[in-house]
């Protein structure tokens, strides 16, 4: 078993992908590795399961769900969806102060 933390921090992307590439073949050999991250683009092609946490467990799948940018927001506190920075549009939007976006109002 591999615990790894930040494996990729300080190394330029040539060295990124040769360590990648490594690790790929050690988990083919059946070799557990377990990597801690913030670097969320390399995780597609490092990794066959992720895990999102803040305080707790929030999402466990596949990366391309675990990135999904709803998912990404429940643990980052960000409205990542609401990709121009205005408020009426996003997630949420029209529904402040109890407001809702159907056309019932209900």
Known sequence: MMLLDEPFAGVDKRSEATITRLLRELATDGCTILISTHDLHALPQLCDEAV???????????????????????????????????????????????????????
């Open 52 to 106: 999102l946490l803040m305080r707790k467990v929030l999402m466990h799948g596949a990366p391309e769900v675990v990135l999904q940018p709803e998912n990404l927001a429940m643990a980052f506190g960000l409205d990542v969806l609401n990709r121009n920075g205005d408020p009426n549009h996003g997630p949420g939007a029209g529904q402040r102060n109890g407001q809702r976006n159907d056309e019932t109002g209900s």
